[in-house]
């Protein structure tokens, strides 16, 4: 059993940091390179870059939530979502569909409590 994980590309987990701007400020996100990966598919399913990826994301989180906290962690499950909700038929595994165009009320609906805040987006959220 143990085979199918551990003999996974040390690359792949090997730790990236990479250097970005969220508003103006200057930060530091570590992620492992599998990480990175899935966040570019995820950015250029929508014509973003990571870095604009990463900046939506955390807006939208902190309207959302009120703060960002643990964002790396964040951005980790943000991946693992992502693949999850492609391997359900939740989310079109064909790259050219944008994530955006997308019904996220049709990709949450009927997800077990683990996976889903049943609570929606702010009003304001919702329209844009």
């Not at 390179?33 to 994301?57: S, Y």
Request: charged content about 25%; some cysteine.
């Amino acid at each position: 059993m143990c085979e199918i994980f551990i003999r996974a590309s040390e690359q792949s987990y090997a730790p990236e940091t990479r250097s970005l701007r969220l508003h103006g400020v200057a930060t530091s996100l570590r992620l492992e390179r599998l990480f990175w990966q899935v966040l570019e598919e995820i950015a250029g399913r929508d014509g973003m870059r990571v870095t604009q990826l990463i900046e939506r994301l955390y807006d939208e989180l902190v309207e959302y939530r009120g703060e960002a906290a643990n964002f790396t962690s964040f951005l980790r499950v943000c991946c693992l979502r992502y693949q999850l909700l492609q391997a359900d038929g939740r989310i079109p595994l064909d790259a050219g569909v944008p994530i955006g165009s997308l019904d996220p009320r049709a990709v949450l609906e009927g997800l077990p409590p683990s996976l889903y805040d049943a609570q929606p987006l702010p009003p304001k959220r919702r329209a844009a």
